[in-house]
């Protein structure tokens, strides 16, 4: 992806100010997805490519292991190295195998990474030396108009000093000498880089600098709409995320559990409704089985990174196989994702092959009532990654049950409603002794909590506990989010009411 060019900076820098709270929220994910550049690293597999992503990205996030073809997908993040900003590009292995094979489809994925780069970092193993599939990738590379970094991994002490010296015949120039595993060799690595990214980094530096205020609540709603995609393996997921973004992003394929490591990507979807552009992080996650079925290392890495991706969400979708319907599996992760806090959609793919489609529907509505207590009437979607249908009404979903997961009630108009709701149904008394409740404050939202306070709380039923929280989605707009209730008992012996 191409650098923004210096016009556009200054046209940016003169008129930020004048745009809507929406405008600058989506310019500036637009400017950022243009403005930093693009860093792909790409090698045989089991080099250390991940290991390096996770190094200059600062998290270990890209799943590793010794094992070679670990990454399918390709996975980005912003990487800053002595102070240059970029983004980095993690690939899958690099295989020569057919284009029809699944290694083969990871080769095609890798090379299209490859357009609109600024560099590409091409890892090879030092310790093990140059490979024939190293002078392939050489050669490839050779024949593009990226530049490119030739990096010499597992180079720490003097085990690949062999492997260095036979670099040079690629003709990439020198080597940079490095060890992801130690993070030894960043210096050289930077001033590699530097001549190939520092051209248009002080312009936006400075656009960077001039912070735009988002406090305000109507930038707070216009927030990108960070949107997780979980599933059982082979409902999807990834086909889903591609017919969003109208390109073949992620590998896909019959295989099930292709998708390993948890992939964000940033999309900008037109609301028809609204006919405005909003901000929308995909995030797509590897299958999720039975427990007792998973017990390949990888696999097990791949369902904890799944797992994470669900926290860092704010709105999950969670998708089923109109040609397998409801399972057990999908109500135990539906259970996770409410027991972190997420608001849930429930999203049917393949529709336009369902069998009984109505019965079906029906079917999966009851269960999820019954199978989900804690939460009645969970959205659920019908859609097809193939066809493109419901797309744009999951999109929506989304965005209207995150503004309730995030939504703040007045103190006044939350007690007035608590008064009602009490003297409509009021609280038992257990042995003959009253429980008082006195009040109710929003604690916190995104999930919203709320606290009540009076007297005897130990002794209010989890029924009644049930009622209010019920009540308070029906009447005040929290619809099928998940609710957390805490009760506060007066610490005043003698306050007994």
Partial sequence: MAMVSCDLLHMVNGNVRNLTALAKIRFRAQLAAMALPQVIIIGRPNVGKSTLWNRLVGKKLALVDDQPGVTRDRRMGDATLLGLDFTLVDTAGWEDEDKATLPGRMRAQTEASLVGADVALFVIDARAGLTPMDEEIGRYLRESSVPVVLVANKAEGRSGD?????????????????????????????????????????????????????????ALNRAPLKLAIVGRPNAGKSTLINAFLGEDRLLTGPEAGITRDSIAVDWIWHDPDLDEDRVVRLIDTAGMRKKALVVDKLEKLAVADARHAVDFAEVVVLLLDATRGLEHQDLKIASLVLEEGRALIIAINKWDVAQDASGLFNGIRAALDEGLSQVKGLPVLTVS????????????????????????????????????????????????RRIKLRYITQAKTRPPGFAIFGTRLDDLPVSYQRYLINSLRRDLGFDAVPVRLMLRSSKNPFGTG
């Fill in 385 to 432: 990654a193939r066809t493109g249908k419901g797309l744009d009404t999951l999109l929506k979903a989304a965005f209207e049950i995150r503004a309730a997961w995030s939504k703040r009630v007045p103190t006044s108009a939350l007690n007035r409603w608590f008064e009602d709701a009490v003297n409509r149904n009021p609280p038992p008394a257990p042995s003959g």
């Fill in 162 to 218: 062999h492997g260095l010296y036979e670099a040079y015949s690629l003709g990439f120039g020198d080597p940079v000498p490095f060890s992801a595993e130690h993070g030894e060799g960043l210096g050289d690595l930077f001033e590699a880089l530097l001549p190939l990214l520092d051209a248009g980094q002080r312009e936006r530096d400075e656009f960077v600098a001039d912070e735009i205020d988002e406090e305000d609540e109507e």
